[in-house]
């Protein structure tokens, strides 16, 4: 969920370590640092749909659970899964062999 900075406000005791404090997109430099940790987001199964999952860099769909990148490298590997475009997740983890 993205809000204005106006109506945020800090949750007392929870770190903001991970939290990206801007927006990535697709004209950002490619020498900009790579996420280090990622969400999976499961979808209800749906006939016919050709994804199960998708892998994001953290903060852009709620989860509960972080991924390290070898985590995401192999989650991305397993058949339908894929990288979400919203945050860049496909464009950082096609980067994987700079």
């Known amino acids: ?4 900075h106006a109506q945020a406000r800090p949750v007392p ?6 939290v990206p404090t801007r927006r990535l997109s697709g004209a950002d430099d490619l020498t900009q640092e790579r996420p280090s940790l990622w ?3 499961h979808l209800p199964q ?5 994804v199960s999952a998708v ?3 953290v903060g852009c769909t709620p989860s509960d659970r972080t991924l390290t990148r070898e ?3 192999g989650a ?13 997740a496909a464009r950082f983890i096609n980067d994987k062999h700079q």
Do not use: F, K, N
């Open 1 to 4: 969920m993205w809000v204005p």
């Open 13 to 18: 005791a929870v770190s903001y370590e991970h």
């Open 39 to 41: 969400t999976l987001q």
């Open 46 to 50: 749906r006939p016919g749909h050709p």
């Open 55 to 57: 892998l994001h860099v």
């Open 71 to 73: 985590e995401a490298l």
């Open 76 to 88: 991305i590997r397993q058949p339908r899964v894929a990288a979400c475009i919203e945050c860049d």
